[in-house]
């Protein structure tokens, strides 16, 4: 099981920055990519950006140049860095792990989400 928080929220004017961190625990070495989802009301949750285990990352087109997303293996943390904000990214921010057990089932685990509102 893997237990994942986050944290970082918060209302910013347009333009403005924030970093959101999402706090890892319990069988974190069953890891095998973690990423930053968004949902905004209305909307399908879409992924912004992930990063692999082996350190690959990808980035949604419409945060590219923006964000910056990286992890702290020895705190169990993943970080996202939002430079620039825009009204557009105003959602849920949410953390999602992949792990893989020895039969290579997969699961997903979801953090609770945290609001981040982008005001004009």
């Known amino acids: 099981q893997v237990q994942l928080v986050e944290s970082g929220g918060g209302l910013v004017q347009a333009g403005g920055s924030l970093r959101l961190s999402c706090a890892a625990s319990g069988s974190t070495f069953s890891i095998n990519a973690i990423a930053w989802y968004r949902q905004a009301p209305g909307k399908q949750r879409e992924l912004v950006a992930g990063i692999s285990s082996g350190g690959s990352t990808n980035y949604a087109d419409s945060v590219k140049g923006r964000f910056t997303i990286s992890r702290d293996n020895a705190r169990n943390t993943l970080y996202l860095q939002m430079n620039n904000l825009k009204p557009e990214d105003t959602a849920v921010y949410y953390c999602?792990?992949?792990?893989?057990?020895?039969?290579?089932?997969?699961?997903?685990?979801w953090g609770q989400g945290t609001q981040v509102t982008v005001s004009s």
């Open positions: 999602k792990a992949e792990t893989a057990d020895r039969w290579s089932t997969i699961n997903h685990y």
